[in-house]
C-alpha cells in the first residue's frame, strides 16, 4: 500500500458501488479528457492529478476503448501497475470507431467483439482483470440478455469482476440485471441533464445498481469554463459539435446558470461545486440508491476543488431554485439521441 500526504479531512467518503459492488470513493474520476476529445493535455500534470486523485480518496478510475482508439488506456497503464490494490478500474467496449474517419460511428454489442474488446483492454491496461466492464453503447440489434451472457463468460473466466451499462432504460436494465448481476449504470446525469429519471434511475434504486453520473458538470460548460464552444475552444474540441455549446442554444442556456451562481455565492463555493453537489444530494430521492459521479479533469486543482464538492450540503431552498433547470436547456445532449437511453423511451 502506498502512503499518501492527504489529511483526513481532506479524503472522500466511501460508498459501496451497488449491492454486493466493491468499496469506493463517493466520486470517481472521468480520464476521458486526460488524452481525447477536449483538445491539447499536458500529460505530466494529467499524471500528476491521477496521484493527487488517488491521495483524496478518489479510487474509481474511468475509461473506455474507444477513448483515442486505445490511447487512453495505455496511458492509465503505468498509473495502474503502480497502485493496482488501491484502485477500482472501469473501462468500456460497444462503440466501433472508423481509423480512416474518427467521425464515424457504429456499435457492436455481439459475443465475439465483446471478447476481443476484453482481451485488447486488458493488455492496453497491463492487467489480469477489469474490475469493472461497461457495455458503453446499446446495440438495439443484439438482445441485452445476450450481451450480458456474453460478458457474463467473462466473469465466469476471471477477466472481469463486475458489470456495468451505458445509457440503458429501467427495462433493458432490469433484463440485464436478471441474466447477470449489474453492478453500475453510467449515464449522463447533471442539473442540464435529467432524463435518466424518467426510467433509469429509478430502476437502479430498485434493483441496488450504482448510479455512475458522466458529465455531472455538463462537460465543463456548468462551471462557466466556456461560453460559447464554437468561439472559444480549440477545432479538435468535440464540444464543438454539440447542439447545446454554441450558437443560440450557448446564449440561451448560459443564461440559465444564473440559479447556480446564486446558489454558488450563498455557500462560498464555485459554480462546479454548486453543481457537483446537486448530483450527489440526488442519492436521498431515491432510497439505497448509491451516486457515484465522475467529472473528468486534467489538473490537479480541479480534482482538489471537485473533492471538495462532497462535503457541500445544499439546502431544500437551494434545491428548489435549481430545479427547474434542466426543462430549460436548449438544444439536444449529442447531434443525435438514437445512442442514448432517452432516444429509447
Known amino acids: 500500500m ?73 496511458f492509465l497503464a503505468p498509473f495502474v501497475a503502480a497502485h493496482r490494490d488501491e484502485i477500482t478500474l ?10 480512416a474517419d474518427p ?17 485488447a483492454s486488458l493488455r492496453r491496461l497491463g492487467v489480469d482483470v477489469i474490475d469493472l466492464y ?34 440503458v ?33 429509478p430502476a437502479a434504486a430498485e434493483l441496488g445498481v450504482a448510479f455512475v453520473p458522466y458529465s455531472p458538470l455538463g462537460r465543463g460548460f456548468l462551471t462557466g469554463a466556456f461560453t460559447d464552444a464554437g468561439k472559444e475552444l480549440t477545432e479538435d474540441d468535440f464540444r464543438r459539435t454539440m447542439p447545446r455549446f454554441t450558437g443560440e442554444n450557448a446564449e440561451a442556456n448560459a443564461a440559465l446558470l444564473e440559479p447556480v451562481r446564486k446558489v454558488a455565492g450563498a455557500h462560498g463555493i464555485t459554480l462546479g461545486q454548486t453543481a457537483l ?26 480534482v482538489e476543488e471537485n473533492t471538495a464538492a462532497t462535503r457541500v450540503r445544499l439546502t431544500d431552498e437551494d434545491l428548489t431554485l435549481l430545479a427547474p433547470i434542466a426543462d430549460r436547456v436548449a438544444g439536444t445532449r449529442y447531434p443525435s439521441m438514437a445512442l442514448t437511453s432517452a432516444g429509447r423511451e
Not at 278 to 299: C, D
Request: net charge negative; with cysteine; aromatic share 6%.
Open 134 to 167: 461497461y457495455m458503453h453503447r446499446r446495440d438495439v440489434n443484439v438482445p441485452i440478455e445476450e450481451t450480458v451472457g456474453a460478458m457474463a463468460e467473462l466473469v465466469e473466466e476471471g477477466k472481469v469482476r463486475q458489470l456495468g451499462l451505458s445509457e
Open 103 to 119: 467521425s464515424k460511428r457504429g456499435i457492436r454489442n455481439d459475443r465475439a467483439y465483446i471478447r476481443q474488446c476484453a482481451e
Open 277 to 302: 453537489a446537486w448530483v450527489h444530494q440526488q442519492a436521498e430521492r431515491y432510497p439505497g440508491l448509491s451516486v457515484v459521479p465522475i467529472p473528468g479533469t486534467r489538473k490537479r486543482s480541479r
Open 2 to 74: 502506498n502512503q499518501h500526504t492527504s489529511s483526513d479531512g481532506e479524503r472522500i467518503a466511501r460508498t459501496h458501488l451497488g449491492t454486493g459492488g466493491p468499496e469506493v470513493g463517493v466520486q470517481g474520476l472521468g480520464c476521458m479528457g486526460m488524452s481525447f476529445a477536449y483538445g491539447p493535455t499536458d500529460e505530466a500534470e494529467a499524471r500528476a492529478t491521477l496521484e493527487r486523485a488517488l491521495e483524496l480518496g478518489v479510487t474509481l478510475y474511468d475509461t473506455a476503448d474507444m477513448y483515442g482508439m486505445g490511447e487512453n488506456e495505455r
Open 90 to 99: 472501469a473501462t468500456k467496449f460497444g462503440i466501433v470507431l472508423d481509423p
Open 169 to 201: 432504460t429501467g427495462d433493458e436494465l432490469r433484463a440485464a440485471h436478471a441474466e447477470h448481476p449489474i453492478a453500475a449504470v453510467q449515464s449522463e446525469w447533471s442539473l442540464f441533464s435529467r432524463d435518466v429519471e424518467r426510467t433509469a434511475v
